[in-house]
């Protein structure tokens, strides 16, 4: 008997209405092999996106790209945002050789991480100050092979445990993913400093060539964590006899369900989905630019921001996560909603202080603390939705539905700064998660199944 076949599917929507689990069995969940996987996986997923986006906006400032140009390259992440359309083909279709070899959803996320490893060289290579049409091919090559990888991450993560435990194993998830974060954001900006040297500032292509290289074979980490791991048991597809009932079966079938089982309630559901994140995504571009801008060394911004921050982020993802079971992913999501918003008024307030470290790790510490208890929440809410039959097609299509408004804004995000300043832009990122409290009020008291954000008490 495998470690996955031990863990039954449980309803979808029963993480959201369980018992209370009691504090210490909350906690050992972390220490089960599922969730170790997920730590290592978590790094591997994480890895690619600060390098197309974050991290790739701090390099583009660096080499006198201007902040307009900067916004629009970010629209690189919408990759993620349509990762639905080809979702289905990752969960249906076999790859030659390779899913016999390894089953379908680590045939996929090893085919992804090699066309990652590959695109990331390229990156490397390619230097923006002669020119942006390489890197941008290549950053689009890396997006879409994440977004692929996700894909196929998200439905060996949904199959991995029953519902029940799915808030633990995004908390170990995001553990990994923001590992990868401190790595592809701290880790890039110290190997391109320490190739530098202290002696030499500003743009350096050598420099950024030996970080990104460093980065691309990190990705070895999480290649071989698939080839070590074991297949999840997953539903049995229905045999198709011709390729109409083949397509009805991936394309038709996950969004015919999704509809099925919530109605009219779909549409509350999916408009919570769309901007649950936006304050948090749309400001996010602008931010290495705004340490660019205000004076921030590549080791001040690795320390505070990519380490720092995504250690507070971290201890974030755990208190979501265990709150998350102790009282209700609902509850908990309107928390996250509600910090999320509030912290992006703290920049606002740190592009008045100037080049100051200290207040630069208050609001940091405060930003990243709110966005871990609100993804390892969100995670947990999207996992809840899916059926574990379609749980790739359905799960990418609720995680792009998260991205694709908010990536898509904040594309004029650079445009918004050029204009009005930081200040302004970052209050206008805190009035846009304003309605999202509202959404998230009322998906809580409506969607059938969903409804109570406490868990049932027991006697």
């Not at 863990?7 to 929507?13: C, G, I, M, Q, V």
């Not at 993480?15 to 972390?30: E, G, H, I, Q």
């Not at 999916?270 to 994140?277: E, F, G, H, K, N």
């Not at 805190?430 to 199944?449: E, I």
Request: glycine residues 8%; hydrophobic residues 55%.
């Amino acid at each position: 008997m495998t470690e996955s076949s031990a863990l039954p599917p449980e309803p979808a929507n029963s993480s959201l209405v369980a018992r209370p689990t009691p504090w210490l069995a909350s906690l050992r969940v972390y220490l089960q092999p599922a969730s170790l996987r997920m730590l290592s996986l978590g790094f591997s997923a994480g890895l690619p996106l600060l390098l197309v986006l974050g991290t790739l906006s701090f390099r583009l400032r660096e080499a006198g790209i201007d902040r307009s140009t900067i916004g629009h390259l970010s629209w690189v992440g919408l990759a993620y945002g349509f990762k639905w359309v080809w979702a289905p083909l990752v969960d249906r279709m076999p790859l030659p050789f390779l899913t016999r070899w390894l089953g379908r959803r680590r045939s996929w996320l090893l085919v992804s991480q090699i066309v990652i490893l590959s695109a990331l060289l390229g990156m490397a290579w390619c230097d923006p100050s002669q020119g942006l049409e390489p890197i941008v091919w290549c950053a689009l090559a890396v997006a879409f092979a994440s977004a692929t990888q996700d894909i196929a991450l998200d439905a060996f993560r949904i199959e991995s445990a029953g519902a029940t435990q799915q808030a633990a194993l995004a908390a170990s998830y995001q553990t990994g993913y923001r590992l990868a974060m401190i790595w592809a954001g701290a880790g890039v900006l110290w190997v391109a400093a320490w190739v530098q040297g202290p002696q030499v500032s500003g743009y350096q292509h050598a420099a950024w060539a030996a970080a990104y290289t460093t980065m691309a074979l990190s990705m070895l980490t999480g290649m071989l964590t698939v080839l070590f791991s074991q297949e999840p048991v997953s539903a049995p597809l229905p045999p198709a006899r011709n390729a109409r009932e083949w397509l009805q079966g991936a394309l038709v079938d996950p969004f015919a369900d999704f509809l099925r089982r919530y109605g009219w309630q779909a549409v509350l559901i999916l408009l919570l989905i769309a901007t649950y994140r936006i304050s948090d995504v749309v400001m996010g571009i602008m931010a290495n630019p705004f340490y660019v801008d205000m004076g921030y060394t590549k080791d001040e911004v690795a320390t505070v921001t990519k380490v720092y921050g995504v250690i507070m982020t971290l201890v974030g993802a755990f208190v979501g996560g265990v709150l998350s079971m102790r009282f209700g992913v609902m509850r908990i999501l309107l928390l996250g909603a509600v910090l999320s918003a509030a912290s992006n008024v703290l920049f606002a307030w740190l592009s008045g202080v100037g080049h100051d470290v200290t207040s630069l790790v208050l609001v940091v510490s405060a930003d990243n603390l709110a966005s871990g208890i609100a993804s390892a929440a969100f995670i947990a809410y999207l996992s809840s939705l899916t059926n574990v039959s379609y749980s790739a097609t359905q799960y990418a299509l609720l995680s792009s539905m998260m991205l694709l408004l908010p990536k898509f804004i904040a594309g004029f995000s650079g445009d918004y700064v050029n204009a009005h300043g930081y200040a302004s832009f970052f209050i206008s990122t805190a009035w846009l998660g304003v309605p999202v409290l509202l959404l998230v009020v009322l998906a809580g008291r409506s969607v059938k199944g969903l409804a109570q954000a406490a868990p049932v008490q027991t006697q």
